[in-house]
C-alpha cells in the first residue's frame, strides 16, 4: 500500500515545507537547462550506490520551438558503505576520466576530476556539472539508508566502520558547517543526544511535469522506493540584462512510495557585463528549523563576476550563515555565461536561415 501524507509523523523541528509544483513556460530566446543526478540502490541498502546522472540545454526560438544544443549523461557505481570509493565511470560524451576509479566519491573528488580532464568545464560545462555533483549526491544519499535502517543497525554500522560520533560529531556532521549544523540546533541536538542525526520527513514531492509542454524537462524514469534525486532547472534569457530563473530540489521516496522533498530552493538573478547584478534565493523546502537562516547568503553574490563562481563559493560560502545545499545552486550559476552563449549564437543562426 502506498504511503500516503497522512499515515506520515513529521519531525517537530522540520523546517519549511512549501514546495512548487510544474515548471514555469519556456520564454522565447531563452535556454533551459535541466539535469537530473538519480541515487539508487538497486541490490539494496548496503549495496553499491548507483549515480546516474543526465542533462539537456534546450533552445526555444522567438517563435517558441524547441531545439536540444547540448545532452549529456554519466554513470558512476560508489562502494558507499565500503569507504565511498569510485568502482566505475562513464561518461557521455567520453572523457579520459580512467584515473578517477578508485578515488573516493567525497572530498577531494573535485579536484582530482579538475586534474583527470582539466579542460572538461570549458569543454563540455553540462557534463562537468553532473560530474561535480558526484560528492554530494554521494553524501546525500545517505538519507536512504538511514531512513531504511534501525537506529540499532545503523549505529552497529557506523561502529564496525570506526565512524561512530563523539561529543564532536563524526566526520561529516560537524558543529558549525551550515546553517543546519548550528550549535544547539536540531541537527547537533540530535547527535548529542542519540549518537544520530536526526531523520528528516519532508513534505510530498509535487510533480515538476508542465502537463501543457512535453520538452519543459529532459526523459526522466520513475523512483524505486529507497531512490533519491538531486533535480536542477536553470532558464536563462539573453538581452542587455540578462536574467535568470532557477529551481534545485533533493527527493527521497520512502519505503512505501511516496516522494518527499528534503531540500528545496528557487532563484532569480540579473546579469550584465558578466557579473551578477542580483541574486535572491527563496527556500521551499528545507529539513529543519535553523536552515532557512542561509537563504540572504545568496544576495552577497551581487556585483560578483560569473567566471570563477564556484571556487568563489566555496571559499567564502561557509559558516552558519550558508547552506550547503544551497551553496550546490549558487556554484551552478558560474556556467550561465555559457548558456547565454548559446541563446545569442543559435538564435542568430535562426535569423539568418530565415532570411
Known amino acids: 500500500?502506498?504511503?500516503?501524507?497522512?499515515?506520515?509523523?513529521?519531525?517537530?523541528?522540520?523546517?519549511?515545507?512549501?514546495?512548487?509544483?510544474?515548471?514555469?513556460?519556456?520564454?522565447?530566446?531563452?535556454?533551459?537547462?535541466?539535469?537530473?543526478?538519480?541515487?539508487?540502490?538497486p541490490g539494496g541498502l548496503?549495496?553499491?550506490?548507483?549515480?546516474?546522472?543526465?542533462?539537456r540545454d534546450l533552445l526555444t526560438d522567438a517563435a517558441g520551438e524547441a531545439r536540444t544544443v547540448s545532452q549529456a549523461g554519466m554513470r558512476a557505481v560508489v562502494d558507499f558503505v565500503g569507504g565511498r570509493f569510485v568502482r566505475e565511470l562513464s561518461t557521455d560524451p567520453v572523457r579520459p576520466l580512467d584515473s578517477l576509479i578508485g578515488v573516493r566519491a567525497s572530498s577531494g573528488f573535485r579536484g582530482r576530476l579538475d586534474e583527470a580532464d582539466p579542460h572538461l568545464a570549458a569543454e563540455h560545462d553540462l557534463l562537468y556539472l553532473l560530474l561535480d555533483e558526484v560528492p554530494v549526491t554521494t553524501l546525500i544519499s545517505g538519507q536512504a539508508v538511514s531512513a531504511g535502517t534501525?537506529?540499532?543497525?545503523?549505529?552497529?554500522?557506523?561502529?564496525?566502520?570506526?565512524t561512530m560520533p563523539g561529543r564532536a560529531g563524526r566526520p561529516g556532521?560537524?558543529?558549525?558547517?551550515?546553517?543546519?549544523?548550528?550549535?544547539?540546533?536540531?541537527?547537533?541536538?540530535?547527535?548529542?543526544?542519540?549518537?544520530?542525526?536526526?531523520?528528516?520527513?519532508?513534505?510530498?514531492?509535487?510533480?515538476?511535469?508542465?502537463?501543457?509542454d512535453p520538452d519543459a524537462?529532459?526523459?526522466?524514469?520513475?523512483?524505486?522506493?529507497?531512490?533519491m534525486r538531486r533535480a536542477r532547472r536553470i532558464d536563462v534569457v539573453p538581452g542587455e540584462h540578462a536574467t535568470v530563473d532557477a529551481f534545485f530540489r533533493d527527493?527521497?521516496?520512502?519505503?512505501?512510495?511516496?516522494?518527499?522533498?528534503?531540500?528545496?530552493y528557487t532563484l532569480t538573478a540579473d546579469v550584465e557585463g558578466g557579473a551578477l547584478t542580483r541574486c535572491e534565493a527563496r527556500a521551499r523546502v528545507l529539513p529543519w528549523v535553523e536552515c532557512p537562516a542561509a537563504v540572504a547568503s545568496a544576495s552577497r553574490l551581487a556585483?560578483?563576476?560569473?567566471?570563477?563562481?564556484?571556487?568563489?563559493?566555496?571559499?567564502?560560502?561557509?559558516?552558519?550563515?550558508?547552506?550547503?545545499?544551497?551553496?550546490?545552486?549558487?556554484?551552478?550559476?558560474?556556467?550561465?555565461?555559457?548558456?547565454?552563449?548559446?541563446?545569442?549564437?543559435?538564435?542568430h543562426d535562426n535569423e539568418r536561415r530565415t532570411r
Open 1 to 41: 500500500m502506498t504511503l500516503t501524507p497522512a499515515t506520515r509523523t513529521l519531525h517537530p523541528r522540520h523546517g519549511l515545507h512549501e514546495p512548487t509544483s510544474g515548471t514555469p513556460p519556456r520564454l522565447p530566446g531563452s535556454v533551459r537547462r535541466t539535469s537530473t543526478v538519480d541515487m539508487l540502490r
Open 303 to 347: 556585483g560578483v563576476p560569473l567566471a570563477g563562481l564556484r571556487k568563489h563559493v566555496r571559499d567564502r560560502f561557509t559558516g552558519t550563515t550558508t547552506c550547503t545545499h544551497l551553496n550546490d545552486m549558487l556554484r551552478a550559476l558560474e556556467d550561465v555565461p555559457a548558456l547565454l552563449d548559446r541563446a545569442v549564437n543559435r538564435n
Open 173 to 212: 556532521f560537524v558543529a558549525g558547517l551550515c546553517a543546519g549544523f548550528a550549535t544547539g540546533g536540531t541537527i547537533m541536538n540530535g547527535i548529542e543526544a542519540t549518537g544520530l542525526p536526526p531523520t528528516v520527513t519532508g513534505p510530498t514531492a509535487p510533480s515538476l511535469r508542465a502537463e501543457d
Open 251 to 264: 527527493s527521497y521516496v520512502l519505503p512505501g512510495g511516496l516522494e518527499t522533498v528534503i531540500h528545496e
Open 217 to 227: 524537462w529532459h526523459e526522466t524514469a520513475s523512483l524505486p522506493p529507497h531512490g
Open 46 to 55: 548496503r549495496g553499491p550506490l548507483i549515480l546516474a546522472g543526465r542533462g
Open 150 to 162: 534501525s537506529e540499532q543497525a545503523m549505529k552497529a554500522e557506523l561502529a564496525r566502520q570506526g
